[in-house]
């Protein structure tokens, strides 16, 4: 089993930055990806920046240059630092783990969200 936990969000004025952290836990798994992705009021889940094993990275085009995710995959945690925050950035932010069990089996594990909230 893994438990996901993300931490860091909060009130944050336009134009300033926030980090958000995730942490996977538990045993008999190894990492292969771990995305923050994001839901607004009314709307789908999106996602926001993905960074895999290798260490290669994705973002969504309207964070492009403002947000960049980061690893420590010594203690299986992500990193999401936003900076240049617009109120179009509120949202609750979601962690995300793929992974792979002992097993052979690839699953998702979803953290339990923070909210992020952007003032004009």
């Known amino acids: 089993q893994v438990h996901v936990e993300e931490s860091g969000g909060g009130l944050v004025q336009a134009g300033g930055s926030l980090r958000l952290s995730c942490t996977a836990s538990?045993?008999?798994?190894?990492?292969?990806?771990m995305g923050w992705y994001r839901q607004a009021p009314g709307k789908q889940r999106e996602l926001v920046a993905v960074i895999r094993s290798g260490g290669t990275t994705n973002y969504a085009d309207s964070v492009k240059g403002r947000f960049t995710i980061s690893r420590d995959s010594a203690n299986n945690r992500a990193y999401l630092q936003m900076n240049s925050l617009k109120p179009d950035d509120t949202a609750v932010y979601y962690c995300?783990?793929?992974?792979?069990?002992?097993?052979?089996?690839?699953?998702?594990?979803w953290g339990q969200g923070t909210q992020v909230t952007v003032s004009s």
């Open positions: 995300n783990a793929d992974v792979t069990t002992l097993g052979w089996v690839s699953l998702d594990y």
């Open positions: 538990g045993s008999g798994f190894s990492i292969n990806a």
